[in-house]
């Protein structure tokens, strides 16, 4: 009898267990309900391969690159930011030979108005956009007004949560197990970053900031737990974190074109997809078809940019890009530009990166497959 109440006891205790650590499991990402936020991804890439001895002279391969997106979202619209320019400057070892230069740069601002606060439906947007490149008569410029339908969420505040709950785990500062509701007022605070540091000051507002976290977990986490959260936080950069979908279809007006011609109606359907497989890893698909309606011939443009990030360690990430360019402008055969890339970036700071970038190219315009490792710096503006 004695032995069957220890049974019993064991399992009720064995189960009560089971139970409590379903009830305080680590949340998905997924589980994060936006709340008002603002997010910024801002970076500056360069890369410098230099060549001397058995040649002619000395050659060099000089590229940089700057990719700005800033998003501010709320329940009713979500306002995002685009900026992209890319540059280069190469020399052959071949005597007499001149130095080549390219760059381009676009930028847009787009507006997503939802018909009802808070859903991911219906929606009417506004896009504006500019552009230059080397060799073009004009600037290009363009606006376009449509509809569109879905939502994409960003997930980071929960992703950096998680994070700050796991590493006030590992130093001590925290025993309990928390709800996910806990880790809910976690990521609604860490969304509101700007907004502490609008408020209290560049200067002091992480106090504040880890102070209000400290109050949503409910414990004190003490001076070293505070010390931990400020350093996640504030050194450990977690790349964005997305999550939903949509599709929009607008039509507008080529301002200006590259070409010099103006006043060109045009029409653009678009989709993105974004989806963390888990905590560590995120895939994003975005693709965008546009014409113009004025011209006698066929001229239009289909890009579709698919990428996976992984996070191998907190100091290193794993980036994949395939990037495919379908064009086909008046009197001129379609071209389709395939991009690969594959890239290593160690974390040397919170805002700068040493990558290892493998790169392929394939264009219909040459039979060969353009091959290029790169080794560079990436720096992070906000």
């Known amino acids: 009898m004695k032995n069957q109440k220890l049974v019993i006891s064991g399992a009720v ?6 139970c409590t650590l379903s009830a305080y499991a680590v949340p998905s990402i997924l589980s994060y309900k936006e709340a008002s936020s603002a997010y910024s991804d801002a970076y500056v890439t360069g890369s410098f ?4 001895g058995n ?14 997106e800033k998003v501010l979202s709320t329940p009713s619209r979500n306002i995002k930011y685009d900026f992209t320019a890319a540059g280069s400057k190469k020399r052959s070892s071949t005597n007499g030979e001149a130095a080549t230069n390219t760059y381009q740069a676009s930028g847009s601002a787009t507006m997503d108005k939802y018909f009802r606060e808070g859903s991911r439906g219906a929606f009417w947007y506004g896009k504006g956009e500019v552009g230059a490149k080397k060799g073009q008569k ?4 363009k606006i376009t007004a449509g509809l569109g339908y879905g939502r994409v969420v960003n997930v980071t505040p929960m992703a950096r949560a998680i994070r700050v709950v796991e590493a006030l785990r590992e130093n001590g500062s925290l025993k309990a197990d928390l709800p996910s509701e806990t880790y809910q007022a976690i990521a609604t605070i860490i969304a509101k970053e700007a907004q502490y540091r609008s408020q209290h000051g560049s200067k002091y507002y992480v106090q504040h900031w880890v102070a209000d976290i400290e ?3 409910g414990s004190s986490i003490g001076a070293r737990g505070a010390i931990r ?5 504030g050194k450990e950069r977690i790349s964005t974190r997305k999550h939903g979908w949509l599709v929009r279809a607008g039509i507008g007006a080529v ?9 060109k109606p045009a029409l653009e359907v678009g989709a993105e997809y974004h989806r963390p497989i888990s905590n560590q890893t995120q895939f994003s698909n975005e693709a965008i078809f546009t014409t113009t309606l004025k011209d006698s011939n066929s001229s239009y443009n289909v890009k579709n940019y698919m ?16 990037v495919v360019d379908y064009s086909k402008s008046d009197n001129v055969d379609a071209i389709t530009n395939h991009t690969l890339s594959s890239a290593f970036n160690y974390q040397l700071s919170n805002q700068l990166d040493y990558n290892v970038t493998a790169t392929l190219v394939k264009t219909d315009a040459k039979d060969d497959l353009d091959k290029k490792l790169s080794m560079g710096v990436k720096y992070r503006l906000k």
């Open 13 to 18: 205790a064995l189960a009560t267990s089971v």
């Open 49 to 52: 391969n230099a060549a001397d």
């Open 55 to 68: 040649q002619q002279r000395a050659s060099y391969d000089l590229d940089l690159a700057v990719d700005f």
């Open 138 to 141: 004009k600037s290009f410029s």
């Open 215 to 217: 109050k949503a977990i």
């Open 229 to 233: 959260a400020n350093d996640v936080l």
């Open 255 to 263: 301002l200006s074109d590259y070409d010099g011609e103006t006043g």
């Open 307 to 322: 990428s996976l990030t992984h996070e191998i360690t907190d100091v290193i990430d794993w980036e994949n890009k395939w």
